[in-house]
Every structure is written in structure tokens, then in C-alpha cells.
């Protein structure tokens, strides 16, 4: 019988969660918010770190809300609560650590070999998470806050996320900026000639049109003169 396991993931992207936990024979249940949570259910609140937060930026926006503090301000009512939960670093997901949880909250963690690894970011998103941690630095603070709760990093069998700066900084040096540049005028140069192609071919198209009218005018001209 597959277990429900709701997912309070508050302007974070859950797919790869949800498809983790269907792999293992779960039913991930999404909420908008805590007031719909089921008590007998396992609770997973996920987060990810900042760079992540990009990728739900609106484009009228000049910096993504900050989710953090929302969830941080609600642990004291989950604490509270009896059932089981748990904080889940989407960044640095381990699949087989979550499934064990959630099908034995109580139960001893995997070994650190299994825990999840975080990725290197590019350096554009880099650049500007890095921009905007410095220009919000409460948005770190309170990320390094959900990274050092006790049903965080220590039940994944890892060290907190302290690293995160380190590794934006990391991915902005001066070689890897310039090669996302020569990506990205080597991107302009495909669209320009992807442009003049569909430049060419309308322009055939349009001559095949005319020849097609012309053909048709002689063939009325030929049936008038029968």
C-alpha cells in the first residue's frame, strides 16, 4: 500500500522530489500551506539553496522573494505538533535517505556515502545569487539557519551548507565568466543564421507562390481561348 507523504515547499520547485518518492512506491502530496496539513501524515519541508530561487524569479522582479524566513517562522508550530517531519535540502537531494525516512521516521539514517551532493551553479546565476545574497544577506542567515536544524543536514548525514558562498564564489572566475560568454555569443550566432534561414525560406516560399499564380493565369488564359 503506497504511503502519502505531504510536501510543504514553499516558491521551490518539488518535481524531482515527487518523482523520488513515486519511484519508491509513495504518494507525494503538495500543500499550499501548513493549514492543510494532515496531522497522521509525514511532512517534508522543502527548501534549496539560493542560486535554486532564480529559476522562480518573476521578470518584473529584481530579486526573488525570500521563502526562508516564511518556513523558519513556521517550525515552531510543526515543532510543536506530533507528527513526524522532517527539512529537505533540494539542492542536495539523496533519495534513498528521504525514502528511509519517510517509511521509518524513528529509524537510524544511511551512512554519509549516500547522502547528495551539491552541483556547481553557472557562473551568470552565480554572478547574480552572489549579487543578491550581498545586497539581502538576512536571505543566507536564514538559509544556513534551515541548514542547521536537527532534521536537516544531520539526518542526510552531512555538514551544513556553510560552503554556499564558497561555492557561488567559486564559479565566477574570470575563465569560467568568459566562457559562458563565448556560449552565449555562439548561441546570437545560431539564432542570426537560424533567422536568415527562415528569411530564405519565405522568400522561396513567396516565389513558389508566384509562379503557382502565374501557372494558374495561363491556364485560365488557355481554357478562355478554347
Same mark, same amino acid.
Given at each position: 500500500?503506497?504511503?502519502? *507523504?505531504?510536501?510543504?515547499?514553499?516558491?521551490?520547485?518539488?518535481?524531482?522530489?515527487?518523482?523520488?518518492?513515486?519511484?519508491?512506491?509513495?504518494?507525494?502530496?503538495?500543500?499550499?500551506?501548513?493549514?492543510?496539513?494532515?496531522?497522521?501524515?509525514?511532512?517534508?519541508?522543502?527548501?534549496?539553496?539560493?542560486?535554486?530561487?532564480?529559476?522562480?524569479?518573476?521578470?518584473?522582479?529584481?530579486?526573488?522573494?525570500?521563502?526562508?524566513?516564511?518556513?523558519?517562522?513556521?517550525?515552531?508550530?510543526?515543532?510543536?505538533?506530533?507528527?513526524?517531519?522532517?527539512?529537505?535540502?533540494?539542492?542536495?537531494?539523496?533519495?534513498?535517505?528521504?525514502?528511509?525516512?519517510?517509511?521509518?521516521?524513528?529509524?537510524?539514517?544511511? &551512512? &554519509?556515502?549516500?547522502?547528495?551532493?551539491?552541483?556547481?551553479?553557472?557562473?551568470?546565476?552565480?554572478?547574480?545569487?552572489? %549579487?543578491?545574497?550581498?545586497?539581502?544577506?538576512? *536571505?543566507?542567515?536564514?538559509?544556513?539557519?534551515?541548514?542547521?536544524?536537527?532534521?536537516?543536514?544531520?539526518?542526510?548525514?552531512? &555538514?551544513?551548507?556553510?560552503?554556499?558562498?564558497?561555492?557561488?564564489?567559486?564559479?565566477?572566475?574570470?575563465?569560467?565568466?568568459?566562457?559562458?560568454?563565448?556560449?552565449?555569443?555562439?548561441?546570437?550566432?545560431?539564432?542570426?543564421?537560424?533567422?536568415?534561414?527562415?528569411?530564405?525560406? %519565405?522568400?522561396?516560399?513567396?516565389?513558389?507562390?508566384?509562379?503557382?499564380?502565374? *501557372?494558374?493565369?495561363?491556364?485560365?488564359?488557355?481554357?478562355?481561348?478554347?
Amino acid at each position: 500500500m503506497s504511503v502519502p *507523504v505531504q510536501i510543504w515547499a514553499p516558491g521551490f520547485t518539488v518535481e524531482p522530489l515527487c518523482e523520488a518518492l513515486c519511484g519508491a512506491h509513495l504518494t507525494p502530496v503538495p500543500i499550499a500551506g501548513l493549514e492543510q496539513c494532515r496531522g497522521e501524515l509525514p511532512l517534508l519541508l522543502a527548501y534549496s539553496e539560493p542560486v535554486d530561487l532564480l529559476e522562480t524569479q518573476g521578470s518584473a522582479e529584481p530579486w526573488p522573494q525570500d521563502p526562508y524566513g516564511p518556513m523558519l517562522a513556521a517550525l515552531p508550530v510543526v515543532e510543536v505538533g506530533r507528527q513526524s517531519w522532517r527539512l529537505v535540502n533540494l539542492a542536495c537531494l539523496c533519495p534513498a535517505q528521504v525514502v528511509g525516512w519517510c517509511v521509518e521516521p524513528q529509524g537510524s539514517p544511511l &551512512p &554519509p556515502a549516500v547522502s547528495g551532493a551539491f552541483k556547481v551553479p553557472s557562473p551568470l546565476d552565480a554572478l547574480l545569487a552572489r %549579487h543578491w545574497l550581498n545586497t539581502e544577506p538576512g *536571505v543566507l542567515e536564514d538559509y544556513l539557519c534551515l541548514e542547521r536544524h536537527s532534521r536537516s543536514a544531520a539526518l542526510d548525514q552531512r &555538514p551544513v551548507d556553510q560552503a554556499c558562498p564558497q561555492r557561488l564564489e567559486a564559479a565566477v572566475t574570470p575563465v569560467a565568466l568568459a566562457g559562458a560568454r563565448r556560449c552565449w555569443l555562439a548561441q546570437q550566432a545560431d539564432l542570426a543564421r537560424a533567422d536568415d534561414q527562415l528569411r530564405e525560406l %519565405h522568400r522561396l516560399q513567396c516565389d513558389n507562390q508566384g509562379l503557382r499564380e502565374q *501557372v494558374m493565369n495561363l491556364k485560365l488564359a488557355v481554357e478562355r481561348e478554347r
